[in-house]
């Protein structure tokens, strides 16, 4: 079976390449095209995957190009984690925002939106290439903002595109583990948008254990999001919401934290990403130990000055081992071999949450086989979520249309209507400001 991967110089490859190493079982990933528009990128990051897979015998091939068409042609699998504008324009989309007292986290607010804006133009190519190059293909969305380019691919690629995200279940595997069960034989009742949901329950033999939870101050208080949120407010809300609403509940303090720090979470990826790359240039390096250290120091300064402002402390050693290359692996497996199983994954909506229409992208639990990610039904959720749900699915909508017009009014009003964006004389000024930065956004008119 053939991976194609998207952004194949991309830092986090090795990680996809490490599950699929472990896979020995019929029917893997026997070959891995990488694509880049880097060369450079590229040559960095296939000597990380060959000295990764020393000594380990099948190792899935690896071959690298720069042609988008060759990489797609007759492929099984499309794993897309492209970054469009790079580490330098996540940096800009931060810098932007913050001059203007609002948020720029790449996939939250005034800098999701710009990503968006940049993005989804070059995902719709993608996936109409997809479409007619390797019309089997099963697409495998890890390209943020995540919900919201896995809806613009499923416009033309219906179905046989599927987000994934390792933040839920992340955060299902540390509840599990706070209350003493097993992370694999829990049901994790989450629900909501990308980087906007909540967990409502988590059921151990068909016990909800989240009321153990939620009312035990210890407990709730001892892992990651009980520690970002606090004790008062997760038990106000009755659920445990995803690490990345902590940018909607706590925004002025996240806002702050961010126009105090020496460098914003771009800045400092793209200065830690340019001493990797140019240390892979040194052919007698080690690159499977210059890129293993590189990820240890990234992942420990995961989501620090939200942590910092909420004086959560140090990420919990546990939790410093990412995650989506799993969730991939599975997607794949249960795909390819009719394995079914059950993923919180990044789908159609179809009817599970009836505030929304059967094409809107939600983030959910799926029954997943040889036919797809199937949502399974949820309870409807509350009129607080409710609300931010809707006010942000409307957001990624007029951003989709401001994309496929290219009319600049559009992507004002995408800013405007955003909860985290408060005038519409800011959201002017920011798409101002970002097409001054951006060329990719030179289309809005």
């Not at 020393?54 to 699998?77: H, I, K, M, N």
């Not at 005034?110 to 697409?139: F, H, K, N, Q, S």
């Not at 948008?193 to 101050?217: I, S």
Request: glycine share 10%; aromatic share 6%.
């Amino acid at each position: 079976m053939r991976l194609t991967i998207l952004g194949g110089g991309g830092f986090r490859v090795p990680l996809v390449y490490g599950a699929l190493l472990k896979d020995r079982a019929e029917g893997r990933v026997t070959r891995v095209v990488l694509h880049d528009l880097d060369a450079g990128r590229l040559s960095a990051v296939t000597r990380v995957l060959a000295e990764q897979a020393a000594g380990v015998p099948d190792a899935p091939e690896v071959s690298a190009t720069t042609d988008l068409d060759e990489a797609l042609r007759g492929t099984d699998f499309v794993f897309s984690a492209i970054r469009v504008g790079g580490l330098e324009g996540r940096a800009n989309d931060e810098r932007v925002a913050l001059a203007e007292g609002v948020l720029g986290q790449e996939t939250v607010g005034a800098g999701g939106i710009a990503y968006g804006l940049r993005t989804v133009p070059v995902a719709v190519d993608i996936a109409r290439r997809v479409a007619r190059l390797a019309p089997d293909a099963w697409v495998i969305n890890f390209t943020n903002p995540a919900g919201l380019v896995t809806e613009a691919m499923s416009r033309h690629l219906g179905e046989r595109v599927i987000g994934i995200c390792d933040s839920p279940v992340g955060l299902g595997r540390r509840i599990a583990r706070v209350l003493g069960a097993n992370p694999q034989e829990a049901w994790i009742d989450y629900v909501g948008l990308n980087h906007l949901g909540w967990v409502r329950g988590l059921r151990v033999a068909g016990r909800d254990e989240l009321p153990r939870l939620l009312a035990d101050p210890g407990l709730l208080g001892s892992f990651e999001e009980g520690k970002l949120f606090g004790v008062d407010w997760l038990q106000s809300l009755g659920a445990i919401p995803n690490e990345y609403l902590h940018y909607y509940y706590f925004n002025r303090e996240a806002v702050r934290a961010y126009q105090q720090a020496e460098k914003t979470r771009g800045a400092f990826l793209h200065d830690q990403q340019a001493r990797f790359y140019a240390a892979m240039r040194n052919p007698g390096a080690s690159a499977w130990k210059v890129w293993d250290d590189t990820r240890a120091e990234r992942e420990a300064t995961y989501m620090a000055e939200n942590r910092e402002s909420a004086g959560a402390g140090e990420r919990d050693e546990d939790d410093l081992s990412g995650g989506y290359e799993k969730v991939a692996l599975a997607l794949m497996r249960a795909i390819a071999r009719n394995e079914r199983t059950t993923l919180i994954l990044n789908v159609r909506n179809r009817h599970t949450l009836s505030v929304l229409d059967t094409d809107a992208v939600i983030e959910v639990p799926c029954v997943v086989d040889a036919g797809g990610a199937h949502p399974v039904a949820v309870d409807p959720l509350p009129g607080h979520a409710t609300g931010l749900v809707c006010a942000v699915k409307a957001v990624e909508r007029e951003v989709l249309a401001a994309a496929e017009s290219g009319s600049r009014a559009t992507a004002v009003k995408a800013f405007a209507l955003h909860p985290l964006v408060d005038s519409v004389g800011v959201a002017r000024r920011l798409v101002e400001g970002y097409t001054e930065v951006h060329p990719g956004l030179a289309y809005l008119r």
